[in-house]
Every structure is written in structure tokens, then in C-alpha cells.
């Protein structure tokens, strides 16, 4: 593979791509790269860090290649307090294990990078602007090529950045409620990005119905 694609501008992006080349199916690595190129657009969008949105972007899925049983084994070596959720679908993991090994043994000290890995699948309520772009960016990367993804991007240029973080937050509550296990995290993440964007004017306060997207 061409890491010349792939060229990033932080200082450990050599050593980020070669693991991440190493432990992921191509299918998985080639969207990590790609979700990591969205993110540094969206820095200079959001106006958050360059270095922190790129490795954001690149690491987020470093775990999404083990397999359940391991993924429940490094969580208890990690400390993380299983949800009933987590237990039922043990692939929810993949963040919260990604954001501890970056940490620990990656040597990663920021805590928006922390933050943004470990809540990127469900979101929390309170999560910082890093987390809500790489919420976003892990949906709507440009090789994502369903509808709503392309959509999701189209929004983000013509009507911001917020409108759109909206449509992708409906388009996954929606999709889990029809196919899995609701996360109650999920559901409170949902309910309090609704009222953060309504309040400060990002989207009406009715909410846009998923029909009648901008």
C-alpha cells in the first residue's frame, strides 16, 4: 500500500499509519486514514487542534480488528466498568480500549484525544468539540459513500458544521433503535445534543424532522 496517499502532518503520523497498517483489515485502515484527513479539515472548521484532530482521527478504530473476547479481556485489565450494553455487544469496546492504549502505551497525554476515541461510537453528553468532530467525522468520512453519509457532508458545507452533526446523531439513534440493543449513553447523548444545538440556535427548536433534513 502507498503510505504517500497518506501523508499527515504530525510528528508521529509514520509510526500511527505502520500500526495501524499492521493491525487492521485494509478496509478498516483505509477509513482510519480517511477519517483522519475529514478531521484535519474540520480543525481548521472548529478551530480545535491540527495535531490532536489528525491522531483523533487516526487511532480511533487501533482495537477494531480483536476480536470480542479480547476486546472484554483488555477492558477488565484496563479497569473500564462494563455497561450492560458492552457486555451484550462487546464491539462497543473498541473505543474505550483504543483510548486507554493510547494512553498507556502509546504515551498519548491529551485528553481531547482521550475523550474523542473513547466516546466516538456513542457520544456522552458533555463531550468536548473534539469528540463532537470525530463523532462526526467516523460517520461522514468521504469513503463512506451511502447516502446519508454523503449527505452528512453536503449539510456540513452548506449549512455548517452543527446541523449536520444533528443529522448524523438521528441518523445513528435511529439505526440502533431499529437494529440493536439501545445504549442508554447513546439515548442521553441524543436527547442532550438536541437541547445544547436548539439553545444555542444551531438547529430549530422543534428539531428537524429526518425527513425534512436541511
Request: glycine content about 8%; proline content about 6%; charged content about 25%.
Amino acid at each position: 500500500m502507498e503510505h504517500t496517499k497518506h501523508k499527515l502532518k504530525i510528528p508521529r503520523a509514520g509510526e500511527f499509519t505502520s500500526l495501524l497498517e499492521a493491525s487492521l483489515p485494509e478496509k478498516t485502515f483505509l477509513h482510519t486514514m480517511s477519517t483522519a484527513r475529514y478531521m484535519a479539515e474540520l480543525s481548521a472548521r472548529l478551530s480545535i487542534s491540527y495535531e490532536d484532530a489528525v491522531g483523533a482521527g487516526l487511532l480511533h478504530d487501533l482495537k477494531k480488528g480483536i476480536g470480542k473476547d479480547e476486546l472484554l479481556h483488555e477492558a477488565e485489565a484496563y479497569g473500564i466498568e462494563l455497561t450492560p450494553a458492552q457486555r451484550e455487544n462487546p464491539k462497543l469496546l473498541h473505543g474505550p480500549v483504543a483510548a486507554e492504549h493510547c494512553r498507556s502505551t502509546l504515551g498519548i497525554a491529551s485528553e481531547a484525544v482521550y475523550e474523542a476515541i473513547y466516546w466516538h461510537t456513542t457520544g456522552r453528553p458533555g463531550l468536548g468539540l473534539m469528540g463532537l468532530a470525530l463523532y462526526f467525522a467516523d460517520y461522514a468520512e468521504p469513503l463512506r459513500k451511502r447516502p446519508e453519509a454523503e449527505h452528512a457532508r453536503e449539510m456540513c458545507e452548506s449549512h455548517g458544521f452543527y446541523p449536520a452533526l444533528y443529522f448524523v446523531a438521528t441518523q445513528k439513534t435511529q439505526y440502533v433503535r431499529n437494529h440493536t440493543t439501545v445504549d442508554p449513553i447513546s439515548e442521553a447523548f441524543y436527547a442532550w445534543i438536541e437541547r445544547e444545538l436548539v439553545s444555542q440556535g444551531h438547529i430549530p427548536a422543534t428539531g428537524y424532522p429526518a425527513s425534512r433534513m436541511p
